[in-house]
């Protein structure tokens, strides 16, 4: 690379980062009003709210069901008969989440996070492949609606892609240079600190790297350098252990039992597996198949916001069909889809094209193992299909569903056995893992019980570096056979052109999802006398979605600012909140499902949230 071409390099970068970050907060401040939208974010703010004052359980406030919120669970510890309240997610997120309280600004930490991954994927891919390519990945990645989507929120993925891509440069670099053991090391935190964010994700980026570095351990034996391999890797299993032993030690601070799966005590059936009391309704290999088999339809468009509508109409011709109206709004029936729906999506996506030329270009310094791949990935359509055309009898069996688990994990893994054989060139090695990360991604998600559409299909975030240097490989490639200034006018063509068409009308309809908003905060301020509010909201059946914002800002201490308590009725409720706050203003609202009103009547004030009656 020459000298002129470092500083351009360099500079479109900076300009990808800053565009990710700028992104990443105008939509939080657009779309989503820097509010939780859905009851993890709530339950996110809440225990990093927790977490920022210094504790990670606190007993339950009396009374207890006055200030509930989603996803905090009140629990009578059977040994001891303490009662603790916690939320029920691993700390993982949480402990990020908290800086950004520390410093008023939550929103502000996956801001940072995204700019940061887009820098990571940018060195990972220049030094897997060329410059060029960390640069096209890094354009993919900053623009990919996926991460515009999900980067404007309060969930912890962004967090998850940041230590994914991170453990995937640290492990590079581990094997290449100077200071494997720091490399190592830097792998095995940033490893831990995805599991501890999202346990399932972060089991689906390790397993390819556990069969690659048990592979490259026993090469290394062969070769008597066993103990210059063993090292590095053994720094990263300790810290990546080390950090996610947090897992259990907060299950006992909270629960006394370290092995306890918080999930289920929200609801018991939140489970990964199959069969009796996995999933609300039994969960099943075929309804894993069926529920993957939607998600990657969105996938295909969400990852890179590239697709095609094509329509057919009366006579058969086929045509083709926007995804806006003449209005410039997203169609209605998308529009449904994203706010209620989560079977295929209609436009086809084009987003994953890329990959097995990806694939092919990147193992061309490696054709014996090119040909390895090239089976490995027919064996692997062929399961697929075999897989999706078994019996029903089979696909709802539980045993056969493990079974079939087992083989796809010993599938996805098979290429590694051939580097017990002979070292196999590091650029066709690493196009394996960045491809398997993605796929075992998918693989793990066929056995939980839900799938993810209304913020994208956001279970297979953690694939979206990777795959967007596997994209960007046959991108520079073509980009040496047009020239390089053409392929970067048509790719910022189309990545401008699938933001506007695409992206941002389709993260636009999300905003006040749920019927969230800051409307009732708003409401507030002109009635404050400058006291502290006690916002009491009374009602029978009132759910999360009415009281959010006010949940949002209402500290687990109960000493912030504002504190909402819901009054639902019983007996003395009302007069134990009150004898709680014998110094604040209290402003009285009533409640209905998701719907809530100032003034103790409901429809006599203003009313925020939903519709009446929903």
């Given at each position: 690379m020459t000298r002129f071409q470092r500083p351009v390099h360099t500079l479109f970068v900076l300009l990808c980062v800053g565009f990710?970050?700028?992104?990443?907060?105008?939509?939080?401040?657009?779309?989503?009003?820097?509010?939780?939208?859905?009851?993890?974010?709530?339950?996110?703010?809440?225990?990093?709210?927790?977490?920022?004052?210094?504790?990670?359980?606190?007993?339950?406030p009396e009374p207890r069901r006055a200030f509930w919120q989603p996803f905090v669970v009140d629990y009578l510890n059977p040994i001891?008969?303490?009662?603790?309240?916690?939320?029920?997610?691993?700390?993982?997120?949480?402990?990020?989440?908290?800086?950004g309280v520390l410093i008023g600004a939550p929103w502000l930490i996956n801001t940072l996070l995204s700019g940061l991954t887009v820098a990571l994927t940018y060195r990972l891919g220049r030094e897997l492949v060329n410059p060029d390519v960390g640069l096209i990945a890094a354009a993919l990645t900053a623009f990919s609606p996926m991460a515009l989507l999900l980067n404007g929120t309060l969930m912890g993925h962004t967090a998850a892609l940041f230590t994914t891509t991170l453990f995937l440069y640290a492990c590079w670099r581990m094997t290449h240079g100077q200071n494997r053991l720091r490399w190592g090391l830097l792998a095995g935190l940033a490893l831990g600190l995805t599991v501890i964010n999202r346990p399932l994700?972060?089991?689906?980026?390790?397993?390819?790297?556990?069969?690659?570095?048990?592979?490259?351990l026993i090469l290394a034996l062969r070769e008597k350098r066993f103990r210059l391999s063993l090292i590095p890797l053994l720094g990263l299993a300790v810290v990546a252990g080390g950090v996610t032993l947090l897992i259990p030690a907060f299950n006992t601070a909270a629960t006394g039992n370290p092995s306890l799966n918080l999930y289920t005590l929200v609801w018991n059936y939140d489970r990964v597996g199959f069969g009796e009391g996995y999933g609300r309704n039994i969960h099943t290999l075929e309804k894993g198949l069926r529920q993957t088999r939607w998600d990657l339809s969105l996938t295909a468009a969400?990852?890179?916001g590239w697709h095609l509508w094509?329509?057919?109409?009366?006579?058969?011709?086929?045509?083709?069909?926007?995804?806006?109206?003449?209005?410039?709004?997203?169609?209605?029936?998308?529009?449904?889809?994203?706010?209620?729906?989560?079977?295929?999506w209609s436009p086809l996506g084009l987003s994953l094209l890329l990959l097995l030329p990806g694939v092919w270009i990147g193992t061309r310094s490696a054709p014996d193992f090119r040909l390895v791949l090239v089976g490995w990935l027919a064996v692997g359509t062929a399961l697929a299909v075999w897989s999706v055309n078994r019996p029903v009898t089979d696909l709802q069996n539980p045993a056969f569903a493990y079974g079939w688990m087992l083989l796809v994990g010993l599938w996805?893994?098979?290429?590694?056995?051939?580097?017990?054989?002979?070292?196999?060139?590091?650029?066709?090695?690493?196009?394996?893992?960045?491809?398997?990360v993605g796929i075992a991604l998918i693989w793990l998600h066929v056995a939980y019980w839900i799938g993810s559409q209304r913020y994208s299909t956001r279970y297979y975030f953690e694939m979206l570096s990777g795959f967007a240097i596997l994209s960007a490989v046959p991108l520079a490639a073509f980009g040496q056979v047009i020239g390089r200034r053409w392929l970067a006018t048509a790719l910022t063509l189309l990545l401008i052109g699938s933001l506007l068409t695409y992206s941002l009308p389709r993260i636009g309809v999300l905003y006040r999802f749920n019927w969230v908003s800051p409307q009732v905060l708003d409401a507030?301020?002109?009635?404050?006398?400058?006291?502290?509010?006690?916002?009491?909201?009374?009602?029978?059946?009132?759910?999360?979605?009415?009281?959010?914002?006010?949940?949002?800002?209402?500290?687990?201490?109960?000493?912030?600012?504002?504190?909402?308590?819901?009054?639902?009725?019983?007996?003395?409720?009302?007069?134990?909140?009150?004898?709680?706050?014998?110094?604040r203003q209290v402003i009285e609202m009533s409640g209905a499902i998701n719907r809530i009103c100032l003034g103790t009547v409901m429809e006599v004030g203003p009313c925020f949230g939903a519709p009446p009656g929903q």
């Open positions: 990710a970050m700028v992104m990443s907060a105008v939509i939080s401040w657009q779309v989503f009003e820097r509010l939780p939208h859905l009851e993890d974010e709530v339950a996110y703010l809440w225990q990093a709210k927790l977490l920022s004052s210094g504790q990670v359980i606190i007993p339950p001891n008969g303490e009662a603790t309240r916690f939320g029920k997610y691993t700390l993982g997120w949480p402990l990020f989440l908290s800086i994700a972060g089991l689906a980026v390790a397993i390819p790297f556990m069969a690659w570095s048990a592979a490259r969400d990852l890179f094509l329509t057919r109409d009366a006579s058969g011709s086929v045509g083709l069909r926007s995804t806006l109206t003449s209005d410039g709004q997203f169609d209605p029936e998308l529009r449904q889809h994203l706010l209620a729906d989560g079977d295929y996805l893994i098979a290429p590694c056995a051939v580097l017990v054989v002979s070292p196999v060139d590091d650029r066709a090695l690493w196009t394996y893992l960045l491809l398997a507030l301020e002109p009635l404050r006398d400058g006291r502290p509010l006690l916002v009491i909201v009374r009602g029978e059946d009132i759910r999360w979605r009415g009281v959010g914002p006010l949940m949002s800002v209402t500290h687990p201490l109960l000493n912030s600012d504002i504190v909402l308590a819901i009054d639902n009725g019983l007996s003395d409720t009302r007069e134990a909140i009150l004898d709680r706050f014998p110094d």
